[in-house]
């Protein structure tokens, strides 16, 4: 099975940034879908912003214009740049690998204070 592992998270303070990492145990280079989940404390995950190999980019709109997704597929990495965070971004992010066929990571916690 294809594994995922998140890491980056930690403690930071309103307004500062984190860049999150998920390193594959295979291939990205040609997987159509990837894509970031969080969790924030007591609600559901829901969805953070994916990439695509046409390539395009899609974010929710609660994170556009401050987070960034970018791969390095020689690394079979996957990235999330996130700028300005704010308390109400705290949550487990999750990463995702394909669509119908998905692969998740076990999540890193972020947590944002002020």
């Known amino acids: 099975q294809v594994q995922l592992v998140e890491s980056g998270g930690g403690l930071v303070q309103s307004g500062g940034s984190l860049t999150l990492s998920c390193a594959t145990s295979?291939?990205?280079?040609?997987?159509?879908?990837m894509a970031w989940f969080r969790q924030p404390p007591g609600k559901e995950r829901e969805f953070v912003g994916s990439?695509?190999?046409?390539?395009?980019?899609y974010y929710a709109e609660s994170v556009r214009g401050r987070f960034t997704i970018s791969r390095d597929n020689a690394k079979n990495t996957m990235y999330l740049q996130m700028n300005s965070l704010k308390p109400g971004n705290t949550a487990v992010y999750y990463c995702?690998?394909?669509?119908?066929?998905?692969?998740w990571g076990q999540g890193t916690q972020v947590t944002v204070s002020s």
């Open positions: 995702r690998r394909g669509v119908s066929q998905a692969y």
């Open positions: 990439s695509t190999n046409n390539p395009s980019v």
């Open positions: 295979e291939s990205i280079a040609g997987v159509y879908y």
